[in-house]
Each structure stands twice: as structure tokens, then as C-alpha cells.
Nanobody, 117 residues
């Protein structure tokens, strides 16, 4: 079974940092890009970052560029999202995702990030 488990969320003051982890299993980690999405209350889910662990290519949404860093540990089949300079508008449930093909999208259970002002 394909599984993704996101963890590392919490409550932090504005300007603080958190590191999220997405531990995966059930597929060949190196063959697929892993992404991080977030969904704030009343808003649509947005993609904020992804990484192709086979070549290291990364993507960041403008809203997080320069503050968030995505990385992967291929030996642990895990993707990390280091979040620095957090803002109250970063408050959301964060999800990791992998798409293995048409209609084969898998999501981890989200982890809540709350940034207080």
C-alpha cells in the first residue's frame, strides 16, 4: 500500500521555524516527485513546494520562496520542508502528496501549523 505520513506541525510564533517530515512507503521513492500542499480555513488547497528526488529539482510557490526549503533523504524515503520566518498567513493544514499516474494521487494525513502573531 502507498502511504505518506506528514508530521512536525505545531504552534509557533511569527518569525519562528518548523520542520515538517513526510515519510513514505509503498512506491519507488526516487521515481516520483513529492509535493507539499497546504489548506487554510476557507481557502482552497494550494501547492507550495515539490522535489524530484532523482535529480534534486525543486519548485516553490511565490508565497514561500526564500523562506521554505524542501529536501529529501532517499535512504529514508522521506521529504522534509524546513519553514523559516513563519507568518500568521502560513497557518494551515499541511499535506504531502505523490502522483503515481492518472487517477493515482495519494495524500498523507495533514499536519496542523499554527503561527501566532
Amino acid at each position: 500500500d502507498v502511504q505518506l505520513q506528514a508530521s512536525g506541525g505545531g504552534v509557533v510564533q511569527a518569525g519562528g521555524s518548523l520542520r515538517l517530515s513526510c515519510t513514505t512507503s509503498g512506491f519507488t521513492f526516487d521515481d516520483y516527485a513529492i509535493g507539499w500542499f497546504r489548506q487554510a480555513p476557507g481557502k482552497e488547497r494550494e501547492g507550495i513546494s515539490c522535489i524530484n528526488s532523482s535529480d534534486g529539482n525543486t519548485y516553490y510557490a511565490d508565497s514561500v520562496k526564500g523562506r521554505f526549503t524542501i529536501s529529501s533523504d532517499n535512504a529514508k524515503n522521506t521529504v522534509y520542508l524546513r519553514m523559516n520566518s513563519l507568518k500568521p498567513e502560513d497557518t494551515a493544514v499541511y499535506y504531502c502528496h505523490v502522483g503515481l499516474g492518472v487517477l493515482r494521487n495519494y495524500w498523507g494525513k495533514g499536519t496542523q501549523v499554527t503561527v501566532s502573531s
